[in-house]
């Protein structure tokens, strides 16, 4: 059974920093790509940011781009991203996913997700 678990969510002030981590288990971890998406209240579901199977290559959405950064360290089966100079519009639900082989930035691509964890930026 495949079970991807977000922690690090919370409450931070503006300009603040947060690092969420995914951990994976019940799948084939190297063979499988772990990404970060979020959805807001009344909108959908975005893609954040995106890492290889390797870490050697890391992509972003423009929203965040400097600000956020994706890693993986596949001895331990874990995903982080952490987030420096946080904006209230990041406050989000943040989810990551799995699937095998490629990334995608379309949710729809994907076949595992974590429950999500709640990050709540304040002015």
């Known amino acids: 059974q495949v079970q991807l678990v977000e922690s690090g969510g919370g409450l931070v002030q503006a300009g603040g920093s947060l690092r969420l981590s995914c951990a994976a288990s019940?799948?084939?971890?190297?063979?499988?790509?772990i990404n970060w998406f979020r959805q807001a209240p009344g909108k959908d579901r975005e893609f954040v940011a995106a890492?290889?199977?390797?870490?050697?290559?890391?992509y972003y959405a423009d929203f965040v781009k400097g600000r956020f950064t994706i890693s993986r360290d596949n001895a331990k089966n874990t995903v982080y991203l952490q987030m420096n100079s946080l904006k209230p519009e990041d406050t989000a639900v943040y989810y990551c996913?799995?699937?095998?082989?490629?990334?995608?930035?379309?949710?729809?691509?994907?076949?595992?997700w974590g429950q999500g964890t709640q990050v709540t930026v304040s002015s």
């Open positions: 996913a799995a699937r095998p082989w490629t990334s995608n930035s379309d949710p729809a691509a994907y076949d595992y």
């Open positions: 890492i290889t199977r390797s870490g050697g290559t890391t």
């Open positions: 019940g799948l084939a971890f190297r063979n499988h790509v």
